[in-house]
Each structure stands twice: as C-alpha cells, then as structure tokens.
C-alpha cells in the first residue's frame, strides 16, 4: 500500500515539474505560480479560501 502511495507522490511531483517548466516557457499558455497566487488573493473572499485551503494543506500533509 505504501509503494502506491509512493507512486501517486511521484506523479504528482513530476506533473508540478513539468508545470513549471512550461510556466518558464516563454509563449506559454500556463500562469506562472506567482502569477495563480496574485489571482487567488486578490479578492477577499478569494483570499479567505486560498488561505483556509494552505491550512488544510498544511494539516493534511504535515500533521501525520
């Protein structure tokens, strides 16, 4: 059961590579990071949710 979820890690880690990678290419059509966070935080109530979602981020992966 652990190789699967060392599995899914991996994915999901390589697809956050390869995101960021075509974020730097230039003629991209994916927001840099920065630029989705900007976009997340710039309304309060956008702002509330974006950090609410860190928050249950954080618990989820580092509470364990």
Do not use: C, D, N
Request: aromatic fraction near 12%; charged fraction near 10%.
């Amino acid at each position: 059961m652990s190789a699967l979820a060392y599995a899914v890690w991996a994915v999901l880690g390589a697809a956050i590579v390869v995101l960021w990678l075509r974020s730097r290419a230039g003629g991209s059509g994916v927001a840099r990071p920065a630029q989705v966070v900007r976009r997340l935080a710039s309304g309060p109530v956008w702002r509330v949710a974006f950090v609410v979602g860190v928050m249950f981020a954080g618990w989820h992966l580092f509470a364990r």
